[in-house]
């Protein structure tokens, strides 16, 4: 067994992993972000009931570049008290385990490969799709990571007049409609054209994406999460029409999309982190 953590810009989760599945699990709510000591003590208090059970250790997702070597995180989305935090070092001198600590999407993409839709494949690649644009990569059935944490940043690609991100994520519904993307799923549940014509523009921009990655890493696979994933079929056509201009076109057709299923699936990839 293994103690999971997902650390968000919100909340931040806890779960045991046994078997391929969360068992037990909990969150709380992030109350004071501007305090590093205030959200650390946050961390402790959330992952210290797990510590009673017989686990091996503890992974941890973070959503920012990681010095994975370290354990040391840097500017973390969301939370600017941590600009650069020795998470490692102080979870593991409080607990007195193993702790591993990698980037948020990472564990995402390496949850699916180890226990999820993307068990099947070896080169893979996994989108959180969201208040921001993050992508994981599985090559050869590893976690790569880069030299810096940095590989799969592809919504930092430029694109038009700004960045890929920018496009394909909950900021350019709030450019496009003036609402999130939560709310512009609901209207176009409700039939409401705007709405419908902004998702389908979406899906075109995520073409761009996936283009990119299909020049970039060529997988056989990408898994689509996040909040805005919920959105599929809204984007679904116009993204794969976005597709046909793609220079090879057989390496599209042999591409399987695939949605993500599983609500623990970070948990379950931060504590498969331990696991080798």
Do not use: H, P
């Given at each position: 067994m293994y103690i999971g953590v997902d650390i968000g810009g919100t909340n931040m989760r806890a779960g045991i992993e046994s078997g391929g599945a969360i068992t037990w699990q909990n969150k709380t709510l992030l109350a004071n972000k501007d305090s590093l000591s205030a959200t650390l003590d946050q961390l402790l208090e959330l992952i210290r009931p797990f510590t009673k059970y017989p686990v091996k250790g503890i992974g941890i997702g973070v959503p920012s570049?990681?010095?994975?070597?370290?354990?040391?995180?840097?500017?973390v989305m969301n939370i600017p008290s941590w600009e650069e935090v020795a998470l490692r070092d102080i979870v593991q001198s409080e607990f007195n385990l193993p702790v591993s600590v990698n980037n948020d999407v990472n564990c995402f993409i390496l949850g699916e490969h180890r226990f999820g839709l993307a068990r099947k494949y070896k080169s893979v690649i996994g989108m959180a799709i969201g208040t921001g644009l993050g992508s994981g990569v599985i090559i050869d059935n590893q976690l790569y990571a880069g030299n810096n944490c940095g590989a799969g940043e592809i919504g930092m690609l430029p694109y038009k007049d700004s960045i890929l991100e920018n496009y394909v994520s909950?900021?350019?519904?709030?450019d496009s409609l003036g609402m999130n993307a939560f709310d512009a799923h609901a209207a176009a549940e409700r039939g409401e054209a705007p709405a419908l014509?902004?998702?389908?523009?979406f899906g075109i921009h995520l073409g761009a994406v996936v283009k990119a990655i299909?020049?970039?890493y060529d997988p056989e696979a990408i898994i689509f999460g996040g909040s805005?994933?919920?959105?599929?079929?809204?984007?679904?056509v116009s993204m794969q029409e976005s597709l046909r201009d793609f220079a090879y076109p057989e390496s599209i057709r042999k591409l399987t999309l695939l949605l993500s299923e599983n609500e623990n699936i970070?948990?379950?990839?931060?504590?498969?982190?331990l696991e080798g």
């Open positions: 570049v990681v010095d994975i070597s370290k354990g040391i995180v840097y500017n909950n900021r350019f519904f709030e014509a902004t998702w389908q523009e299909m020049y970039t805005i994933a919920k959105a599929y079929d809204f984007f679904q970070a948990l379950l990839g931060a504590a498969a982190l």
